[in-house]
């Protein structure tokens, strides 16, 4: 889905701990951020289990419908890591060993003189045809196949990976962003903001109420990725209409 | 979809802010955990915009497929705010006036002597037939209709919320979960977890590294809801079959 040549991207997070709320996810943020600096629309997260049918389903539903489709966890060496094997069966490619892969977990566990075992053996594994996405914390590869890209779900990892992402886009765009803070409540500004919101196209404005048990006020943010002109009048705009008021 | 009487929830996130990175969201997390605790499944999260279009349709779509669908965000009084109106047209309800949430709202807008202007009479808005979810942090309520159940987005809001929804559970199961910490490398153990995955049905086995940099061992999760005899025989096994092989 291209528009104005932005590129839009949906993020599946695969992982029971997430769900049980055993494990504080903190991959979404930081993928979010990293894609807002590219300029690429994050326009869809979704958090499901491990469970095969559930990841291929998802996986054939979202990449018909997003530019990018990345997914964080279960990709490491045991029983409950069936993300590879998950999405070969979703773009209908054979599950089985790259080269590429076998030779950097080779590497990397010769470096840190540890055994190559079968179970980590099966981190090579995945569909017939993908790009590896490297990594240096873990040795362990991500992949590329389609429009999908597999990483890992430790937060270090994923950070790594992401940067192999980011490296990867040819044509990175800008979001342009900025912001107004006010003591006022947002019921105040609230006729300020729609008037905005109606006169200025292309131009995103979210208000967020500062509260800590009291409402303190209101951050009022101003973006837009196909026209920075228009979001710097409607910055203009909100502040001359907000000193009006005070 | 009950099975053992076991039931299922997802989660809506709703805010631009989540998707841009700007804010980190505390939310998941916490619901996840009140959720496992009361024995109900979180089965699914998603994270999407605020554009009326998505929210309707990722509404129709899960209100069929779980027990319990529960919503953060959009319930403020800015032009941004459309979660309750986008629900009303999701369930093909009046979009109207509450009368006793436009009651829970003179009261709190006269205890803390401030207006109840146009924009803050908008949070009593909401489907008609709507239950309220009572707060008393910001004392605009959250609203349950059919088998939604929608909540602010301000986390101490969410948690005042969680509470009320918690109290209305009459049923509340409980989920058996233990865990094994180990410095053996989930390489070394995934053997072990495949033979307990196999033959201990109804539990649930996650395996989990801990990492600062290099892999320090593994967390091994066994959790049960319909079988607790079963994750204690499996906690068992593989505890015994650990020990054999340090």
Known sequence: MVKNNIKNACLVVIGNEILTGRTQDKNINHIAKELFKVGILLNYVCVIPDIQKTIVKEIRRLKKDFDYVITTGGIGPTHDDI??????????????????????????????????????????????????????????????????????????????????????????????????????????????????????????????????????????????LANKKNAQKAKKFIQTEINNII
């Open 83 to 224: 993300t590879a094997e998950s999405i070969s069966f979703a773009v209908k490619r054979e599950y089985k060993l790259h080269q590429g892969a076998f030779k950097e977990l080779i590497k990397y566990y010769k470096k840190i003189k540890s055994e190559l075992t079968d179970a980590r053996k099966k981190m090579a594994y995945m569909p017939s045809g993908s790009k590896l996405i490297k990594n240096k914390v873990s040795g362990a590869p991500g992949f590329n196949i389609e429009n999908i890209y597999v990483f890992a779900g430790i937060p270090s990892i994923v950070e790594a990976m992401m940067r192999e992402f980011v490296k990867s886009i040819k044509n990175k765009n800008k979001f342009y962003s900025s912001s107004i803070t006010t003591k006022l409540f947002e019921s105040k500004i609230a006729n300020i903001l729609a008037i905005a919101e109606k006169n200025f196209t292309d131009v995103s404005i979210g208000s967020y109420p500062i509260f800590d048990g009291k409402p303190r006020g209101v951050e009022i943010v101003i973006s837009s």
